[in-house]
């Protein structure tokens, strides 16, 4: 089933024309990576998706419970939709323990109000009883759970990756974009990363948006691939056809390789 | 019910009255004279302010220098439903936190959007509208301010007053409206992108803390029988901040020590009045650079702990 739909999606920073023309239909339950050299317009895709940019033109419609159309996307209701983010640039709450970086995830569900919390009705602790079960839970199966009186920023840059992607889980999301999960990571944490975001997306029944560098991930992972290069759309498909695209090694390896080789 | 009632809160209820009793007890055979009564009044106003300006600029790193414009509001408010109007002291402290919380609104709307410096330089300014205002209000009293207000606040009046501040605060922090908070000074875009509404929770505790500033400032009305507009200035927002900062950004027990602590200081050193503005800045130099976590560290939350 169809779940996100862009079309003609447009953004431009003054002269600088970092999205142009993307037409992309996501499917549900797919795992899509969008990949693309630096500057492509991947992460203001992003940025665009979860209403923190409003584009120039174009139109972007999520499938949810309800469609929620491109007017009605901002970034403090997209949790509440059910799409959840993670960040390029790691932004964690550094000075918060790991456990609160989580419950903040859980933000968008609390429900129990600001005069139950001062006068500590038992509202307040039902809530706080089950969000911290929740949050528990969520860091078993990141394999957190023994660091998570940790303040954030003492963690490997790993471990902040996966603190990232538990904080987004949190909110109970039905998609998941992910800007660049294995940045950082060694081989091994990336071949766990790339497990654990596959059990997360069968387990809570997700559909997962990657950004991502690392081609090994990318293709072991994505169901389908989008291919950026100046922020235009050049390429699109299984991960075995892109592999041999020949825009896509064009775009990677530059003009003069490709004509080189042949 | 259970939750609230476990051994920890007990020791803490029982520690609480029991100073309380040790107070009055002490006040009722005379060891404490109305001088050091005064003084015990002046370092019960300055815990409340702190407190309230922690939860501001602490908490949610807003940085405020104009807390005590929210006094002041909240003292003239106070003074006047008593002093002009004949109201009873519950009247005025109701007046006092509704003003103040009003003006915190104000405030707290069209700053919205400010950060940081900017910030600091608008609360600076609104700091001195109101004291402007303040020196022009002629019902108010002018530059001459405003007198005879009544003695209303006694210990008692004090003490409630400062145990309501520290819970209602705390108790605010250690939900997920104070995580919210908290989120929103460690990163506004990645709390956004949690679903929580900053702009909400920015106002709101803008309002909270100007609340509490007001009420302060309706004990203080209440007992110096004398306010004025000047006493509320740039410096006095400045005394709060730095008994704040002292106690550690985001800690509500290092504001208690600390504004304790620095109003002892300042006591100590009445003897010798040329020094004591040296002494104190240099006692605070040197704190700040040995002790630079402050007296009680950041961020001594722990929700989980209770819950």
């Not at chain 1, 933000?107 to 809530?127: A, D, E, K």
């Not at chain 1, 299984?238 to 390789?257: F, H, M, T």
């Amino acid at each position: 089933m169809e779940l996100l739909n862009v079309s003609k999606l447009s953004k431009d920073f003054g002269g600088v024309k970092a999205v142009q023309d993307i037409d992309i239909t996501i499917q549900e339950n797919e795992i899509t990576g969008i990949i693309g050299p630096n500057g492509a317009g991947k992460t203001t895709f992003f940025n665009l998706l979860t209403g923190l940019y409003a584009p120039s033109s174009g139109e972007i419609t999520y499938h949810l419970r309800k469609d929620v159309r491109t007017r009605q996307l901002k970034p403090r209701k997209m949790s509440r939709y059910g799409v959840a983010r993670t960040f390029q640039n790691i932004r964690l709450f550094k000075e918060m323990s790991v456990f609160d970086n989580v419950l903040i995830g859980n933000h968008c569900n609390m429900t129990y109000g600001v005069i139950p919390s001062v006068l500590r009705l038992p509202s307040y602790f039902s809530g706080e009883r089950e969000a911290s079960e929740k949050v528990t839970e969520l860091l078993r199966i990141f394999n957190l759970l023994d660091k998570k009186e940790e303040k954030a920023r003492n963690l490997s840059y790993g471990d902040q990756r996966k603190v990232e992607i538990a904080r987004a889980l949190a909110a109970n999301p039905r998609v998941l974009l992910l800007d660049e999960p294995a940045a950082g990571m060694n081989p091994n944490e990336t071949n766990e990363l790339t497990r654990l975001i596959r059990w997360v997306k069968d387990e809570f029944k997700l559909t997962v948006i990657l950004i991502e560098h690392d081609m090994s991930l990318v293709m072991k992972l994505c169901d389908k691939i989008f291919v950026f290069d100046y922020g235009h759309l050049i390429a699109e498909g299984s991960p075995e056809s892109i592999q041999n695209n020949e825009r896509v090694i064009k775009a990677y390896l530059g003009g003069d390789y490709v004509a080189q080789a042949e | 019910m259970k939750e609230i009632i476990n051994r920890n809160n007990l020791a803490r209820a029982v520690m609480v009255i029991s100073f309380y009793f040790a107070v009055m007890l002490l006040m009722n055979t005379g060891i404490i004279d109305s001088y050091i009564f005064l003084n015990i009044v002046s370092i019960g106003i300055n815990i409340i302010l702190a407190v309230s300006l922690n939860l501001i600029t602490g908490f949610t790193g807003q940085f405020s220098l104009g807390h005590a414009a929210f006094m002041s509001i909240g003292a003239y408010a106070s003074g006047i439903l008593t002093a002009k109007l004949g109201m009873p002291f519950i009247v005025g402290i109701l007046g006092a936190a509704l003003t103040a919380a009003l003006a915190g609104l104000l405030i707290g709307i069209p700053t919205l959007r400010l950060k940081g410096d900017y910030l600091a330089i608008a609360t600076l300014g609104f700091g001195e509208i109101v004291r402007i205002i303040g020196l022009n209000w002629k019902y108010g009293g002018g530059a001459m301010g405003l007198n005879d207000i009544p003695r209303f606040t006694t210990w008692t009046w004090l003490f409630g007053i400062i145990v309501l501040t520290l819970v209602v605060i705390s108790n605010f922090i250690t939900s997920y409206n104070g995580r919210a908070v908290i989120s929103i000074r460690e990163d506004e875009i990645a709390s956004t992108s949690m679903g929580v509404n900053t702009s909400y929770y920015k106002v709101l505790v803008f309002s909270l803390g100007a609340l509490f500033a007001g009420v302060a400032g309706s004990l203080y009305a209440n007992y110096f029988y004398f306010i004025k507009p000047d006493s509320f200035g740039f410096m006095k927002s400045i005394d709060i901040l730095v008994i704040v900062v002292m106690g550690g950004l985001g800690s509500i027990r290092g504001s208690v020590i600390s504004a304790i602590a620095l109003s002892l200081v300042s006591l100590s050193l009445q003897g010798i009045p040329e020094l004591r503005m040296v002494i104190y800045a240099v006692i605070l130099f040197v704190m700040m650079v040995y002790k630079p976590q402050r007296l009680m560290g950041k961020l001594k939350i722990m929700v989980r702990k209770e819950a």
